[in-house]
T-cell receptor, first 117, second 114 residues
Framework: AQTVTQSQPEMSVQEAETVTLSCTYD???????LFWYKQPPSRQMILVIR??????QNATENRFSVNFQKAAKSFSLKISDSQLGDAAMYFC??????????????FGKGTHLIIQP | DGGITQSPKYLFRKEGQNVTLSCEQN?????MYWYRQDPGQGLRLIYY???????QKGDIAEGYSVSREKKESFPLTVTSAQKNPTAFYLC?????????????FGPGTRLTVT
């Protein structure tokens, strides 16, 4: 079974600064997908960014980028120019590519990101 | 607008009663999922369904049941056998024709059992 570990229960950053959230995972599979989801106080889950394991290039979405280290099984999220609206819980998630990956996501326990004005 | 609807937003029940949480999607997605979220635990998979009339247990299925009679609907019943039913429940769906497609989440239902 796959596991996802987020070792930082809470992080704090000054507005406009850069912050990196850590995620490690354990799997014996070679083909899979990794995701970062944001959950603001409304509790609506919002996809921030995704990475296909077969792609060496790190994914980027505007101010959000990842550092994907497949050999180290590490998938960190970097948020540049932090904004007050970035304050939320952030979850790292894994999905197998086997069988179309229809069997759901495995989530980490989350990191609570605080943005200091 | 396309999306996932979960109702109600808040649900209260007495211990020993079964309760059914609603999940409806108009995204024409084949796969649907139920997750449970507890403080400090992240999301854990309860059940999932890839097609109508078929579903599989997730990691924490004990005390729960589901049905998938229609493509757009995937209700979750929390039975009296579930030892700690108070939690936040999230429904999700995905078009599993493409493995990279994201899961879309509903707004969730907060269930409190006393």
């Amino acid at each position: 079974a796959q596991t996802v570990t987020q070792s930082q229960p809470e992080m704090s950053v000054q507005e406009a600064e850069t912050v990196t959230l850590s995620c490690t995972y354990d799997t014996s599979e070679s083909d899979y997908y990794l995701f970062w989801y944001k959950q603001p106080p409304s509790r609506q889950m919002i996809l921030v960014i995704r990475q296909e394991a077969y792609k060496q290039q790190n994914a980027t979405e505007n101010r959000f980028s990842v550092n994907f280290q497949k050999a180290a099984k590490s998938f960190s999220l970097k948020i540049s120019d932090s904004q007050l609206g970035d304050a939320a819980m952030y979850f790292c998630a894994y999905r197998s590519a086997i069988g179309g990956g229809a069997d759901g996501l495995t989530f980490g326990k989350g990191t609570h990101l605080i943005i200091q004005p | 607008d396309g999306g996932i609807t979960q109702s109600p937003k808040y649900l209260f029940r007495k211990e020993g009663q079964n309760v059914t949480l609603s999940c409806e999607q108009n995204l024409n997605h084949d796969a649907m999922y139920w997750y449970r979220q507890d403080p400090g635990q992240g999301l854990r998979l309860i059940y999932y369904s890839q097609i109508v009339n078929d579903f599989q247990k997730g990691d924490i299925a004990e005390g729960y049941s589901v049905s998938r009679e229609k493509k757009e609907s995937f209700p979750l019943t929390v039975t009296s056998a579930q030892k700690n039913p108070t939690a936040f429940y999230l429904c999700a769906s995905r078009d599993w024709a493409g493995p990279a497609y994201e899961q879309y989440f509903g707004p969730g239902t907060r269930l409190t059992v006393t």
